[in-house]
């Protein structure tokens, strides 16, 4: 197959997987897509050593990395620690998350190690890291890209790609010399604005012409990536459907919410990172979204409080207590209706290729030709 | 181009279009479309005219009509008179209405004559109008379609159409005999559900193959009728784009908030009808879905509430009145945000047709073909 994004990328289908996990990134670029490594979760260290793990699998095929760089966030340019940080997280939303747990026996999690998960200096580093390693995609989202990482890359001959939920973010991405754009509709999972795929993509691709766009927000089958290339994409960006392959370290307890669940079982919701994303609905999402719930914190004091309690869910849950199960959740996109089965990642991208010439071959039925 | 639709309602593309107006359902039809009249807002003998003037108009083209028959409704069953239904209007709502307007500096409408616009003896008198003429399909939303109305379709030789929003509702139509199944998006303008379009369309299919399904929800150009044809459906449904064409008789002042609109500038509110449904962000809007609000009432209720005081903005905006402007409000999509320019239906259809040829085109140089 031959689109902007084959050319640009040197891949042979035009499907890009978000994963945090290597073996998916590693698997998809093996199945000739492209695997983008989520790297905002990971220390310095760990990203170095997840990089040099995918170097090691995938033979000089093409990968990329995706760093968070938050345009706003609290405490930015102050130089501030991550204990700092951790101070400024009110007494009253400790105790609401404490209640929570408790409500549904569980108890909160003894006090670990704080991280702050963004912050200038650990964005300088991991973008360090990531250009030591032969990423052919930097990725970012959550606002216009620092310049110095837009720079460094171009420097190294890295595309820089974008991820928007708006054609306004859009713009102000490719003024500031951004590559790509993914145009990512609020179907999708993680940080989403509001604006659905399908109007979204063609509203982009109008506004950046001709920077190359992709399209995410729901996209799980080759018949989706079929419409994203009819609606003018030079392909797709999917994250949700790699979260129940095989290779993914998804907790298990929420594979299985994910298996079961309909496209209407997620919400967008701003209770975990302080900024609307999309997640499984659960009693965590309901609580944080009921009336006279505190309102989220600016990032990253929410995710800060939220995510080892999350963490600690997912082990509980695992173990079968009840309560932990109710508020267990993951980000995951409304495509979530459409995964059905565990599957290996390379099935998946054979599958979604395959999918994409039956879906043409429909269209040229339709159009007898 | 030949798709199940185009075979079943003997139409050369495949589109339909939704439209109150009925100029617009006559030039879609004359353009090789299929125009479907919204008659719900009509009277009985309103809604005689309107058919008779397509009839007039179409030369044995076909043409639809969509009926809203909602599965719940205030007073369903009960033979109530719209008086009645008048009555259980709380004096709350009706001041909350009058401060709202008041605000705005616009003074509430005098009581004009009373009408719901749903019941069950209106619906049965729509459906024998609507039979009596030569629709060629006969559409609802808001449930499942009474037996009658799916049995007397039928005997007449007439394929019954359903807008569902969620998988779930799909199901429940084809089991009730229902035969087309409009797919319709969260950025669908009107009553929506929370599913965006490029996800709900393959999961709807999914579900209920072979059943004929369109997808409809931000679809206003030919390249997203190409992609709803690659996810599998056999067409589109549209409906917010005719809102700005010549034919239409969307206020003027209505007509320049749309154009001037982008996909961010719409909501989906209780507000106007009772049931979520998408329409421009507005001072009445925003209202509504304020803190403290009253809740909906249900339908018809609201309606009853609503719909004389947004006429009245309507009239009121288009002399210039700016808090009338600040409030006035209208159904439409997301799609909003690609209407750009004010143009013939016939010329819109024209148009659709060469982007989805386009959008063609496009899939098969991507794939080598």
């Not at 993914?182 to 691709?205: D, F, K, N, R, S």
């Not at 849950?317 to 996109?333: F, K, P, R, S």
């Amino acid at each position: 197959m031959r689109t902007a994004i084959c050319d640009m990328l040197g891949i042979d289908i035009p499907v890009l997987a978000f994963s945090h996990c290597r073996d998916v990134v590693a698997a998809v670029t093996n199945a000739g897509g492209f695997g983008v490594l989520g790297a905002s979760s990971h220390t310095p260290e760990q990203l170095d050593r997840e990089l040099a793990w995918i170097d090691d699998h995938v033979h000089g095929r093409p990968y990329g990395a995706d760093i968070l760089m938050p345009e706003k966030f609290e405490g930015k340019g102050q130089g501030l620690d991550a204990r700092d940080l951790a101070d400024r997280v009110p007494a009253g939303h400790r105790e609401f998350v404490r209640e929570l747990l408790a409500r549904n026996g569980v108890q909160a999690a003894p006090d670990g190690p704080v991280r702050a998960l963004v912050g200038d200096e650990l964005n300088a580093q991991l973008l360090d890291v990531a250009l030591a390693h032969p990423i052919k995609l930097i990725a970012n989202a959550l606002g216009v890209p620092p310049r110095s990482m837009i720079d460094r890359a171009h420097a190294a001959g890295i595309p820089v790609a974008a991820l928007v939920g708006a054609k306004e973010h859009a713009v102000r991405q490719v003024a500031a010399g951004v590559d790509v754009i993914v145009a990512q509709g609020t179907e999708a999972g993680g940080h989403c604005g509001e604006v659905t795929t399908m109007v979204l993509v063609p509203e982009v691709i109008e506004a950046v012409h001709p920077v190359p766009v992709l399209a995410a927000g729901g996209i799980v089958t080759g018949r989706q990536v079929a419409a994203s290339i009819a609606l003018g994409a030079a392909g797709a960006w999917t994250g949700s459907v790699w979260l129940t392959t095989e290779e993914a370290e998804t907790a298990p307890h929420t594979v299985r919410k994910m298996l079961a669940a309909s496209s209407r079982d997620t919400v967008r919701s701003a209770g975990r990172t302080g900024k609307p994303s999309r997640q499984l609905r659960s009693a965590w999402t309901e609580a944080w979204d009921a009336p006279g719930a505190p309102g989220p914190l600016p990032m990253p004091l929410q995710s800060m409080l939220t995510e080892p309690a999350l963490r600690r869910l997912d082990v509980l849950a695992e173990g079968g207590h009840a309560g932990a199960q109710e508020l267990a959740t993951y980000w995951v996109g409304q495509g979530v209706g459409l995964m059905g089965k565990v599957r290996p990642a390379r099935e998946v991208v054979r599958e979604m290729a395959e999918d994409l010439l039956e879906a043409a071959e429909r269209l040229n039925a339709a159009l007898g030709e």
